[in-house]
Structures are given as structure tokens and as C-alpha cells.
């Protein structure tokens, strides 16, 4: 609990608002005396600032709560479809968009294909044309956009949120934020992939009030977002969590980063659809011609039918990521390691042979005391968890 | 920077107290009125809080400072030689005793041989014994001592502070801080034998003032205590940083912990000193007889005057240390990896090597991020940081 500081100049005022506004959203039915309780701020303090965020329509009245004596207290509540933010996903094959209103309740989401590979210029004006179209279509007022999240597959800055390294766009040294701010005119934020992703857990997900997880994204490439006492943790440069790149197999195939063996090279997507054109390349040579997409959505059919041969890819696949994971176990301790974006397509098949193998390279206590999970959202995480971004500095975090 | 708040409480007072202390340890040559400014306290609360530190000696007057104009202040800076904490640190073969001033000054230093195992109740005899004869020989008051912390080579419940498992002293589930507490009649903190190290690493040696780090231990095993944005990381049950069990080779040495090839078995003391054992013992047979910190010294010295065979299982192990060192890297992206307690007494043989495998393992950009480089204390390092744990209390860390 955030105790209110009483006083009397702008910041504390927005801080004072933040935390009232965060205790209505996290507490079920709240009068405007539980929350001068619960806050330290006077009745009147509280009063005002209830007041406003009535008037500005964060939140609204709902019905009578129980009477301890006296009035029946009228019960506070966040007001959905008042306020919204986007979120894009920027991959090398689409654009995630999302829109969400500030309960968390998506209110559009559509992955548009990429016809080419996207410079950083045409990334910004393809967002430009979803965003326009999007307010338009949703009539939305401009000054009812909190703001815009992008989540980007690749090295941020720390403090300048310039992208150093996106590989999989080809994108090097690029900012797109002030383009993207003056574009849309409404304030923008960027961030790592797998880091929005670990938002949207720790918001709208299973990670909810988890201090300490570790969200493990499975795609073309295998990233994380690690939550450290209930923060993002971006270590000392910012790029924490390439854990893609931990080695489990001596005489692993060799990766682009230099080492053999990365779980990158033998869990991702494109490992597996890779060894599946490999296998079915023998019988059906036309099978070569296949995206990796198009492999992957193959092998996963057959190994949903049982195919023993497919089913086989997966289990191997599970076994390194398994191994990684244990690593990872012993040295966070986290209460939750959750896997998403494509993992959840296929995690039923493979969630115990993971724990298994997991529970073999991390010490028993570790292991017993950290559940992993499949996301319950899909390939849209990263977007949610950038629309995210603004949303929870509303509520000031 | 922490701001200090207005307020008339008891805890109000002594977190400002605390802040005022911590500026005046980490500032040299600060006046009252840079106090002031630089907390946004008033030059009264600011004047009586040093006068109440002067008043109970934490800090002294020591000369006049540059004048802006008007008087020439008085510059203040924290006492020596006035409050004193205890460190403890209990392992299967010894007891490290220190005795450390607030300014961090060692007062007393001793290395107490365990005639055999300790029992915990052995444990808590043995170290009154050593807390009464330092107080005598120091002629220290009692209350002038601000506690006493003691590091565990185990693992710890993370509230109730009580040992859940400590290996190698062969205890399970005891409370050795209330019965320590009676005896020695000051307070006792217990912590974790690598986050001891960490926090000595961290308050004197070579990471003061960095956010991200990680203290790997060397000794009969590998752990490690781990810093994230300034503060020990624990973890969800408080068992964070148990390294030792990474494995880097598959057909390497089975472990205790059921796992094979973990860095704990080619990399610890042990590991080097039964390799050596394995090697010598063919052509000397009483070798065999020899106990593992003779071995060690014998590998040592061998090494450090060039013996190929000694150097080969230093570097091999510095290999494997290194691969996992590298994995570190990218999962936390620390600034600095600093190796402690038998390190350092080998460190410049293996250092290079480690450095090499280490950026063999890890992403380019993270392992030129971040420095990797032996501890500056020896063996004493958990005492040293046990006996910091009381200093951080009164500084407010």
C-alpha cells in the first residue's frame, strides 16, 4: 500500500490522484471514506480529488455499498470507455494494433499483414494510416488517448528509447519516436517485446500482483521480460532477458549469435519449422518451397492429429527449453514463469515434459515453488502490453 | 537522492535522521547548510538533527569548509571509532569473526578453527565466546554496538529469518537468531552467506554505487548474491542466485543435486582439489590422504610456479565457469560480475579465461557491458558483509 503525502503543489497532487485512482481499480466496490482511510488523506482532500476524476470521467458512480451506520456509502468504480490507448506490435511479418480502454477491455484488435519487409520511415507512416483509421472508425476523441505503446522486437536505449538493434527488422540506430509523436500527436512510447509482453501478464494476465516472474516469449526468436519486486527489470544497458541465447547442447546447431546450442536454435518457432521441412523435405521435396509459417502450421496440425513424428519436434523442443528454464529457476527464484506468444498454440503437449525437464536441472525448492504456465493470450501480448504503457502511468506506475 | 519529508513522527524523525546520516557518509566535507539544501529540510530540523548526531557521536566537526560569503561553515563527516557491529560467518570448517566501525574501519579480524562439525547450539556457544572476549579486548560498550549479523552458508526462510536448510553444516530448520539474540544481548540479522558477500562487495569494495551486479562465490561450492537497482535481490522464497547449478556439460561430473556437469563440479574449491587428487595420487599415492584444503594449497602453489598440469585444471575450470558466467550476463545484463572468496588467490591466472568464454557464451553488446573482475577481500568477505547489515539499518538502507 502507497501511503498519500499531503501537501499542496502540482506533483503531489498528481501522485495523490494516481494512487486513489489505482486503489479504485484494485478494490472492488470503494467508498470515498474507505479510500481517505485507506489513503491518510482527510475526507476533504479525498472529496476533491473524487470529484475531479468524476468530472474528468475516470471513473463513475455505481449504486450504494453497505451503511456502517448512517448514509449508505456510494460505492466507485473505473469508467470504461472513457479513456483508450493503442498498442502496436512491429514484427517483420505484420502490425499488431490494439485499443484498449483503461479497464483493460480491448476494444480493437487486427493484425495487418506486412506486404514487405518495413523500413523504420514506412513502419511509421503504416501505424500512422491503422491509428487514423482506427480513431475514425471508433470515433474517438483525441483528447480521450492517453497515449500509444510500441513494442518493438529488438535493443532499446535506456534512457533515449532509440532502438540500437532490432535484427529481424534490419532496423540499426533508428528513432521512430519523435516521428511517431509528431504523427499522431499524442504522446508515444516505445519498448522491447518481450518486456510489453511481461506488462500485459503482470496487468490483464495470470502474473497479476506477482513480484517476481519471468515471461518467456516463444517466436521466431525466444526473448523475456523479467519482473523484479513487482517491476520490469531492464538490468544495467537495458537489454535483461536474452535468454534465448543460454546454451543446453554442446553439439547444438550453431546460432547467429556465435555459441552452439541457444535454446534460440532448438526451441524457437523457426527451429522447429526448420527441422520439420528438414524431415518432410525427404518425402515431399515440393515441402521446401514452404514458408516458415506455413511448416510450422503443418507440423503443429500433425502433431494435434499425433502424429508420433511431430509430436517428437515439439517434446525435443520442450526438453531444451525445459533445461533453460531450470537455469533460470536457480537463479531468480520467481513465483511464476509464464510462456506466450505462439507457446500457448501447442502448450498442452508439451507443458509437463517442460516442467519435467526443468525440475531436473533446478534445485527441488526452487522448482516446487514456481509454477509455469501457458499465457492465456496469444501473439497479440506484446501489443496489449505496449497499449499498457500509458495506462499504467495513469494509475502511476 | 532522497528526499526527506516534514513531519513531526517518530518515524518521520528517524528515516530524515537516516538520510541526513547516509548524505553525510556518502558527501565529503558537507556543511549544515548543504545538508539543508540538498533534503529540502528546514536549517532548524536540519541544525537539531546534526545536533542530535553530534550529541550521540555518529558524526564530528572536523574544520571549516570554503566560505560563500558570511561564515566559514563547519564541515561534518561520520565518527570512527565510535559504534561498532559484530559479523559472523559460520562455515563447516571455521568461524570468521570481524569487528567493523560505521565508517566501515576493520577493528578485529580472526579466523576461529571449528575443532569439529558445530551443532547450532555449539554455534551460538562458540560465538558468544568470541562476542564476549572482543568486547573485553576491545574495551567496547555494549551500547555502542549496533548489532551483530551473522552469514549462513544455506538457505533462509525469507520473514521468520530461520534456517531451512544449510548443507554444509548439516542443519535443518533451526533458529539460531533468537537464542544468539538472548546471549549476546544486541541485535542479530542472519542472511545468506553469497548476499553477505554481495553487501560487503557493495558498501566497501568494488560495487558501491552499482545498481546491477552479481557476487559469485568460489568456495567448497558456488553461489552467488545478487544486486538489482540497488538492492538485494531474494527471489520469491529467498533462495535467488543459486548458480552453482548451471550446467555447462553434459557429460561432466554427476552432482548432488542430482543434475550432471553442474559449474559446482568443475569449478568449486572441491572440484579443483579432487581433480588434483585424482592426478597426483597416481604417482603419490599418500596424496589421497591429504584433506581437501591441502590438496588445494598444493594445485595453488603448483600453478603460480608454472606447473602445466596445475595451470590445465585451473583454466578448464575457469572454462566452465566462464560459459556460465556468460548466461549471467544475458539473462540480467549486469554492469559488473565480481568473483570472491578463494578467487581472488587465483584470479590472475584464469581471469582472461574467463572473460573469453564468458563473451563466448554471452551476446556481444551485454558482455562488453559489463566487467568481470575478482573480489578485493578474501575469505572474510561474509563476515565483513554480516557485520555491514547493522551499519545499512542505521544509514536506512
Known amino acids: 500500500m502507497r501511503e498519500a503525502r499531503t501537501g499542496n503543489n502540482k506533483f503531489l497532487k498528481e501522485l495523490n490522484q494516481a494512487i486513489i485512482l489505482d486503489l479504485i481499480r484494485t478494490t472492488e466496490g470503494v467508498s470515498r471514506k474507505a479510500l481517505a482511510d485507506r489513503t491518510g488523506l482527510s475526507a476533504t482532500a479525498t472529496g476533491a480529488i473524487v470529484k475531479e476524476l468524476l468530472k474528468s470521467q475516470f471513473i463513475r458512480e455505481v449504486g450504494e455499498g453497505e451503511s456502517s451506520g448512517g448514509r449508505k456509502p456510494v460505492m466507485l468504480e473505473i469508467n470504461p470507455n472513457s479513456y483508450y490507448a493503442f498498442g502496436f506490435d512491429i514484427d517483420m511479418r505484420f502490425i499488431y494494433a490494439v485499443v484498449l480502454d483503461i479497464t483493460g477491455k480491448v476494444h ?19 501505424i500512422g494510416r491503422i491509428f487514423d483509421s482506427v480513431v475514425r472508425d471508433l470515433r474517438l476523441r483525441k483528447d480521450r488517448i492517453l497515449g500509444v505503446g510500441v513494442s518493438i522486437p529488438g535493443m532499446l536505449d535506456i534512457t533515449t528509447r532509440r532502438i540500437y538493434l532490432a535484427p529481424n527488422l ?15 500527436d499524442v504522446p508515444v512510447y516505445l519498448d522491447n517485446e518481450a518486456m510489453c509482453s511481461a506488462f500485459c501478464e503482470n496487468w490483464l494476465g495470470i502474473c497479476r500482483g506477482v513480484e517476481d516472474f519471468i515471461c518467456i516469449n516463444i517466436e521466431s526468436g525466444i526473448g523475456a521480460g523479467i519482473f523484479v519486486r513487482g517491476k520490469i527489470y531492464r538490468g544495467h544497458t537495458g537489454s535483461a532477458g536474452e535468454v534465448g541465447h543460454i546454451s543446453v547442447d554442446e553439439n547444438g546447431p550453431r546460432c547467429k549469435c556465435g555459441n552452439v546450442g541457444c535454446i534460440e536454435t532448438l526451441a524457437s518457432i523457426n527451429a522447429m519449422a526448420e527441422k520439420y ?19 510450422f502450421d503443418a507440423l503443429l496440425q500433425g502433431a494435434h492429429e499425433g502424429d508420433q513424428t511431430c509430436l517428437k519436434i515439439f517434446k525435443g523442443a520442450a526438453k531444451s527449453l525445459g533445461k533453460a528454464i531450470g537455469y533460470l529457476i536457480n537463479a531468480f527464484n520467481p513465483q511464476t514463469i509464464v510462456i506466450g506468444k505462439k507457446f500457448p498454440k501447442y502448450s498442452e503437449l508439451v507443458l509437463d515434459d517442460i516442467a519435467l525437464s526443468a525440475s531436473k536441472t533446478a534445485l527441488t525448492h526452487l522448482a516446487e515453488s514456481c509454477s509455469i504456465v501457458p499465457s492465456s493470450f496469444g501473439e497479440n501480448s506484446s501489443a496489449l502490453g505496449a497499449a499498457i504503457i500509458p495506462v499504467r502511468k495513469l494509475f502511476g506506475k
Open 277 to 295: 521441412r528438414e524431415l518432410i523435405s525427404k518425402t515431399h521435396p515440393d515441402a521446401s518451397e514452404n514458408t516458415i509459417d506455413e511448416n
Open 170 to 184: 534490419g532496423w540499426t540506430n533508428v528513432d521512430i519516436r519523435e516521428s511517431l509523436s509528431e504523427k499522431l
Open 108 to 126: 480493437y484488435e487486427e493484425r495487418w499483414e506486412n506486404r514487405s519487409h518495413l523500413s523504420p520511415e514506412e513502419a511509421v507512416e503504416q
